[in-house]
């Protein structure tokens, strides 16, 4: 990653660090960034945001393409990549999680990002790495089931970055993917809550071939522990035939033994959790329906996939 040339705009040359990565810019300062939207706001330039965490895969660029078409053609496209320490355990994978920014960066360019925003901590955090800062955003009712009971303190790191996120990049509009149904639930609540003047985009998850859900840790399933992680689409698409086939409602106590047992069949796979819920209000039921929404987490070997869909 290199200049091309300098930045045009002294005060955010002066604020840094905005570089040009051919004709993308590539921001690590909270304040040029901020500075960046707020003068796009000021030209009445649209901007569509796609918060990422790096490793960039298939799934991520269709939300560039989706915030393209939703910014406009003389709107601006931003993406961050940031692997945010406050929304992971203690016990949790943030020191493997994987990280190629260069990589990230080219995706980006070819995607015909606009600008791409790669803080480190002590741009989003005041207290810098490894520590926290004292004011917190908390989501208090759709977060406490699923996610929010397997990882505690998750959503909280979650909407905290977010809204972060959201001050810096000034969007008109953030897209999310569809994978993550509660985190985009929990964060559409934050907005409507705080009347925050960003409206929220979902996108449909990309999968691969053997219907495994897209995700930046699927690069860790190593060897036959990629083969098995199909196991929670396998898991998904039996509780949809089952309830397709129904005419009544299905016991979910039913539904989550199947479950279950389809993922015990690979040796190294381990359920979390498996939820059937109210699409809207996240809320338990005891007899699952079409229009049911199934969530689902599971451990394959060392690596913890989600998934979810509606049935």
């Not at 036959?224 to 199909?230: E, F, G, H, M, T």
């Amino acid at each position: 990653m290199h200049p091309s040339h300098p930045c045009a705009d002294n005060e955010v040359d002066t604020l840094w660090q905005v570089q040009h990565f051919s004709w993308m810019q590539v921001s690590k300062s909270a304040a040029a960034m901020q500075h960046m939207a707020e003068r796009w706001g000021r030209q009445g330039v649209r901007i569509g945001f796609v918060p990422t965490m790096g490793c960039l895969h298939a799934g991520h660029l269709s939300l560039m393409r989706r915030a393209r078409r939703e910014a406009g053609s003389r709107g601006k496209v931003v993406v961050s990549i940031y692997v945010n320490p406050t929304q992971f355990g203690p016990k949790e994978d943030f020191s493997r999680y994987p990280r190629d920014l260069k990589r990230d960066l080219k995706l980006c360019r070819a995607a015909g990002v606009d600008a791409v925003f790669a803080p480190p901590d002590g741009q989003m955090y005041h207290a810098g790495a490894g520590g926290h800062d004292s004011t917190f955003v908390v989501e208090e009712r759709l977060s406490q089931r699923m996610e929010g009971a397997a990882r505690p303190g998750h959503f909280c790191g979650v909407t905290t970055v977010v809204a972060k996120l959201f001050n810096i990049v000034r969007p008109d509009v953030a897209v999310f993917g569809a994978k993550d149904y509660q985190q985009v639930a929990v964060v559409r609540r934050m907005v409507r809550d705080l009347f925050s003047p960003v409206r929220i985009v979902v996108a449909p998850t990309v999968r691969e071939p053997d219907g495994l859900a897209m995700s930046s840790r699927n690069t860790r399933l190593k060897g036959d522990l990629r083969a098995q992680a199909a196991a929670l689409w396998r898991a998904i698409r039996r509780a949809q035939a089952v309830v397709r086939q129904s005419t009544a409602p299905v016991p979910a106590k039913r539904l989550r033994a199947e479950v279950e047992k389809l993922i015990d069949r690979e040796p190294a796979a381990r359920l979390d959790y498996v939820e059937f819920f109210e699409p809207e209000t996240l809320l338990p039921v005891t007899g699952v329906r079409r229009g049911t929404q199934m969530a689902l987490a599971a451990w394959v070997g060392k690596t913890r996939l989600i998934d979810n869909a509606r049935l």
